[in-house]
């Protein structure tokens, strides 16, 4: 990834199994709460990425409060795991 952001990349699984051989969603977070999303695709061999969009940390939270989502966030949350 081009972005290191603060050292730590995140993976999303969404809906899928993590032994799939689905696309990836990945992102990193840079000190000024900036987060940058990459595509990842297991059909691909490069070394470097790019980051598919950029948004802010803020921008997030002003979509799901606008939108009302603030408690299926909270909801969904709480099925979160985080694995190290």
């Known amino acids: 990834m081009t972005e290191k952001g603060q050292g730590m990349a995140y993976e999303l699984f969404g809906y899928h199994d993590t032994n799939g051989n689905d696309s990836e969603f990945i992102y990193t977070i840079n000190k000024d ?24 940390r803020q921008a997030i939270v002003d979509y799901l409060n606008t939108h009302h989502y603030a408690q299926k966030t909270t909801q969904l949350g709480q099925n979160v795991v985080i694995e190290k």
């Open 33 to 56: 709460d900036d987060i940058k999303i990459y595509y990842l695709s297991h059909r691909s061999d490069t070394d470097s990425y790019e980051p598919v969009t950029t948004v802010s």
